[in-house]
């Protein structure tokens, strides 16, 4: 009877371990604002018991069972403030780390000032609702769970502007996109179609996991580190023990896996594997390495295909036009200097279009922003993370990002990045202007810049042009 039991128990454990092998993937790319539905279990499988649920970052959130560590640049989703504080409560450990001024903020990245709120009053209850839950954990007897990044340890010149949750120790979430409205399109912004383009990719990959948890750890700790030297890493491993991973330990960090400034070179190598085609999805392009590496790719012949947000999003009116400054089109303007000869290359496959369609519903009628930076290499690798193509973002930031080449979300990402490009208008169409001078009487169509002479804000008759505000995600 015993070996019966033993044998049962036996094929039991079998089975679970074969089940669990089969329903535990290694990433899964989704879009943030979960219009393209991404399921658990629709095409790979994963270790959630719902196979059915809608990936999103609330319930990647929710499914902590021990820990969740955030370090991010904007967090203001109250949802995601509310689920951090419920997990605290229920004994988790849970930490936060946030950029503590952000572009164009005067609070920090837990709260926007505004005229009812000078006190950041927001970041201040969620700071201290997330402490009292901590303090009742015996366990953690963490006194300070929300932490402000320490710019000194990127030498005071930037921002942490990487977007990542460390589940359990055992998953990453690296998503392009803050945790805002914009981002997580809801309320106010999906109504309109305002929302903004953002992927998140979750992985459970042990070098992606264990170099993603040292690094918040290293952060949380105001810790300074330097991941391109071996002797660095050599320390870390002397003084960390076993919390190191074992590719650290080798001397590097995993190629698939982007810590800026560390190895934030990861997009150029990408970019110069390149033998077919090239697409990404960008806020702008005005770093010269990664000019020069996708006029290289043209030079091979590659068909490159860039998707940017309109020229003049943050100055258009009710009816999504908008104007731009007449600089942008000299030699140093941001146009001719960055753009136009990727456009110009003789190659004649160098294509940039502007992104002016609603999102996430491409038919609602407001203007959505491309906010995503997502490079799709020859249809079998992509790089998913939180660097803009700008040198701060690059040299000096905290930024985070992975690459996969897991075919069933790479096809799962091209298809909404294929899509969004349709969408899209080349410059021609984007600011009419360019062709030459224009009909009296012209009409400037909904998702069309007009060029502006003047250094000051345009005055168009019976049209309310929106506040300037600066680029601040």
């Known amino acids: ?121 927001k970041s201040s209850d969620f700071i201290r609702a997330l402490k009292e839950a901590s303090r009742k954990n015996k366990k953690i007897m963490l006194k300070d769970p929300v932490r402000y990044f320490n710019k000194s340890l990127c030498n005071g010149n930037c921002f942490q502007h990487g977007k990542i949750i460390i589940s359990d120790n055992k998953e990453v979430l690296v998503s392009t996109g803050n945790f805002s409205e914009n981002g997580l399109c809801y309320g106010k912004k999906r ?48 003084s960390m023990g076993e919390k190191i991973s074992q590719h650290l330990r080798e001397g590097g960090v995993e190629e698939s896996v982007m810590v800026s400034p560390y190895n934030s070179d990861i997009v150029l190598k990408l970019i110069d594997e390149a033998q077919d085609k090239i697409q990404m999805q960008a806020q702008y392009i005005k770093h010269p390495e990664w000019q020069k590496s996708i006029l290289n790719a043209l030079d091979r012949n590659v068909d490159v295909e860039v998707t940017l947000p309109s020229l003049c999003y943050f100055n258009r009116n009710s009816n999504d036009m908008g104007w731009i400054k007449s600089k942008e089109f000299e030699s140093s303007g941001y146009y001719t200097k960055w753009l136009l000869p990727i456009i110009n290359h003789p190659s004649k496959k ?79 169409q984007h600011v009419p202007e360019i062709n030459g001078p224009l009909p009296e009487g012209f009409k400037f169509p909904r998702g069309t810049c007009k060029i502006s002479q003047s250094s000051s804000k345009v005055s168009w008759s019976k049209m309310t042009i929106l506040k300037r505000k600066r680029l601040s995600e």
């Open 191 to 238: 109504q309109s179609g305002t929302c903004h383009r953002d992927f998140s990719i979750i992985s459970n990959k042990v070098e992606a996991v264990e170099t993603f948890n040292l690094v918040f750890n290293l952060d949380f700790e105001n810790s300074k580190y330097n991941l391109s030297s071996k002797e660095e890493i050599d320390f870390l491993r002397e």
């Open 1 to 121: 009877m015993r070996k019966i039991c033993l044998f049962i128990l036996k094929i039991l454990i079998l089975n679970h371990l074969f089940i669990a092998t089969k329903i535990f993937s290694q990433e899964i790319i989704f879009d943030n604002s979960g219009q393209n539905h991404s399921y658990w279990g629709e095409n790979i499988e994963s270790s959630y018991q719902n196979h059915q649920e809608q990936i999103s970052i609330y319930n990647f959130i929710d499914r902590a069972q021990h820990s969740i560590y955030v370090e991010i640049y904007e967090m203001y989703d109250d949802t995601i403030k509310d689920l951090l504080i419920e997990k605290a409560r229920l004994g988790l450990d849970v930490r936060v780390l946030v950029e503590p001024k952000p572009v164009s903020n005067s609070c920090d990245g837990l709260s926007k000032k505004t005229k009812d709120n000078f006190k950041c009053q």
């Open 350 to 428: 160098g294509k940039i279009r502007f992104f002016t369609a609603s999102l996430p519903d491409y038919g609602k009628g407001g203007m959505g922003y491309i906010h995503s930076k997502v490079i799709l290499v020859d249809d079998k690798k992509a790089w998913i993370g939180s660097t803009n193509g700008s040198v701060t973002s690059t040299n000096f930031n905290r930024e985070f990002g992975l690459v996969t080449e897991d075919s069933h979300q790479i096809l799962y990402l091209k298809n909404i990045i294929d899509d969004d490009f349709s969408h899209a208008s080349s410059i021609y």
